[in-house]
């Protein structure tokens, strides 16, 4: 009885906040009143993984149904800050990342004010880019202060980072992931100034949106003498301080990935 809810409505002693409520099946009016009353808009929210591309983002946007309106202007690649956003149903598309882009200025303006200047970081955007590389190589959290230092080593002595996920960005235009295939030899040789393995020190730009924790470790790194690594097989990596060692990590490696295969 549509009417008489609405006249219920109208009587009650209070406004009602615009917005979604969860209402449960059979609820009767004085329930739903109840419901109205409390205010108790539903929470909606979209979660920006560590990790993901701009192009990534944008499509997780594109598709979450209880936003509305397009993304006018994309963002550059590692302004938006990998979290959990909340928002109203039918917030703006916009609005969201404007928030993730607030939210990554904001956090990084943090950490630069309280940066170690002995670091070989010119600009905040020079360490975005090394902790897009250090999210990219590792989903280990014990790991991300190691290889930011290791990457700091071959900077020092002018080695390149020759970091897959710098050429996986190049060759998947922006996408960043290979979808389940592998990364070959002739990968290596693409041209691109992003290409880490033909050119020394950093790419020109981010290769994703870094978390917190890339983002500290890059500020934070762990002094060390290595120069390389390769995956252990278990999610993790070895290192090594010298090309011999590292060669033989790399057979061990090799022979890992063999039984996997099987």
Same mark, same amino acid.
């Given at each position: ?21 969860? !209402?449960?099946?059979? &609820?009767?009016?004085?329930? !739903?009143?109840?419901? @109205? ?33 397009? %993304?006018?202007?994309?963002? &550059?690649?590692?302004? #938006? ?15 969201? %990342? /404007? ?33 897009? !590389? ?6 280990? +959290?014990?790991?991300?202060?190691? !290889? ?7 900077? /020092?002595?002018?080695?390149? @980072? ?5 050429? %996986?960005?190049?060759?998947?235009? +922006?996408?960043?992931?290979?979808? +389940? /295939?592998? =990364?070959?030899?002739?990968? =290596? ?12 020190? @950093?790419?020109?730009?981010?290769? &994703? ?17 290595? #120069? ?21 990590? %790399? ?12």
């Amino acid at each position: 009885y549509p009417q008489i809810f609405y006249a219920l409505l109208r009587w009650q002693p209070f406004s009602i906040k615009a917005g979604e409520y969860g !209402i449960p099946a059979h &609820a009767s009016m004085q329930q !739903i009143i109840d419901i @109205l009353h409390s205010g108790r808009i539903i929470q909606r929210n979209v979660t920006l993984a560590e990790g993901l591309t701009v192009k990534q983002t944008l499509i997780l946007i594109a598709n979450n149904i209880y936003l509305t309106g397009d %993304v006018t202007q994309v963002p &550059a690649e590692g302004t #938006l800050l990998p979290d959990t956003y909340n928002f109203l149903r039918g917030a703006t598309r916009d609005s969201i %990342v /404007k928030r993730m882009q607030e939210a990554q200025q904001k956090f990084m303006t943090g950490l630069w004010e309280k940066r170690d200047l002995a670091l070989p970081l010119k600009t905040p955007e020079e360490a975005v880019t090394l902790a897009s !590389i250090v999210e990219k190589e590792t989903g280990v +959290g014990t790991e991300r202060a190691r !290889i930011a230092g290791l990457f700091y080593n071959r900077l /020092k002595i002018g080695m390149p @980072l020759q970091s897959d996920p710098t050429v %996986v960005y190049v060759i998947t235009d +922006g996408l960043g992931h290979m979808g +389940g /295939k592998r =990364l070959y030899s002739k990968n =290596l040789e693409v041209e691109s100034p992003y290409n880490t393995y033909r050119n020394n020190g @950093l790419p020109p730009g981010p290769i &994703a949106n870094p978390g917190r924790a890339a983002l500290e470790a890059v500020f934070h790194p762990e002094a060390h003498e290595y #120069l390389y690594f390769v995956a252990n097989g278990t999610g993790g990596h070895v290192f090594a301080r010298t090309l011999d060692e590292h060669n033989a990590n %790399v057979a061990k490696w090799r022979e890992i990935r063999k039984e996997m295969e099987k």
